[in-house]
């Protein structure tokens, strides 16, 4: 203590300095962390109305494209793997093309057992009818003799007993070529079974199987094995929250543009208002957006030209026409 002063007070001398450094060092820490309020162009354009509908009554809805078709999830019939898959996303199918191949060999082995069957069974029935031809020719013979004691009577009855068992042996073989060919048909099927084929004309949209996996018949929470759908056109089902479904005027054609992008908007065509009020599905992530609500679907299809612009899947705005008030 004998560097400083005998009247150096610390209070008054160094604490003020200490208070002044903190408040300027506070300053500077609060100043650091104010937002950035400069203003800029927003990062998309925000969905507005345009042309008629600018000025006149209209109803503002969120949807989805999707095919005309709507999607349509393919699936198997048959368990096993997957031997060939004959699509890939992005190709156009005609009905009943081969979209993917499973194991044929077991069915295909059950096929050429039937046919071996049917083969025995013909076999089977030109051979009876060839005994009951020659046992009826014996019985022919022996009535067209004038004298009955020509003929031992233990003769004629061989003859005949020969006949009926030809006969019975012939109706049997025809049983075993019934057999045979149901047999072969239900085979036939089963290969059949297992190519699956396009349900309709269509695009292929997903594809989540590979040559040597395993498909099942059982349901469950996994992709579909083939997502398809007719994409021309596409469609749009878009969601009208109940407070303004009676106000949307049925028929009108709507405004649509993809989510983000309303520069560049489109004209759909009506083509029908879904019978069934729904619970609420699409969502657009708005923080005021409700989904405690039920929602009227209505289906438009977009334009031709709009193929490059709206895909499968992707989400829309859209503005519907509305019906006018009384008093308006």
Known sequence: ?????????????????LALVGLIGAAIFIWSGLPDRELA?????????????????RV?????????????????????????VAVKPGDFVAQGQALFVVDERAA?????????????????????????????RQLDLYAAIGDPAAVSRSEVIRAEGDAAAATARLELARTRLAAAEA????????????????????????????????VTTMGGSGDPYIRMGETRPL?????????????????????????????????????????????????????????????????YALPDNARGTFRVGQQVDAFIPAIEAQGE
């Open 108 to 136: 295909r082995a059950h096929l050429r057992e039937a046919n071996a069957a049917i083969g025995e069974a013909r076999a089977a029935i030109a051979e009876a009818q060839s005994a009951r031809t020659t046992a009826q």
């Open 235 to 299: 469609h749009i089902r878009i969601d009208i929250d109940e407070d303004d479904a009676t106000r949307v005027a049925l028929g009108k054609n709507a405004v649509v543009s993809p989510r983000g992008a309303a520069d560049r908007r489109v004209e759909a065509t009506f083509v029908r208002a879904e019978p069934l009020v729904v619970p609420k599905r699409s969502l657009t992530n708005s923080a005021a957006e409700r989904v405690d609500v039920r929602v009227l679907q209505l289906i």
């Open 183 to 214: 047999a072969a048909n239900s085979a036939q099927t089963e290969l059949n079974r297992l190519t699956v084929r396009a349900p309709i004309a269509g695009e292929i949209l997903e594809v989540n199987i590979r040559p040597g996996e395993l």
């Open 60 to 84: 503002a809805g969120a949807g989805v494209v999707e095919p005309s078709s709507e999607i349509i999830d393919i699936g198997t019939s048959l368990a096993g793997l997957v031997t060939q």
């Open 41 to 57: 162009e927003p990062e998309q354009t925000p969905l507005t109305a345009t042309g008629e509908l600018a000025n006149s009554p």
């Open 1 to 17: 203590m004998a560097l400083l002063p005998d009247d150096f007070s610390f209070s008054r001398k160094i604490l003020p300095v």
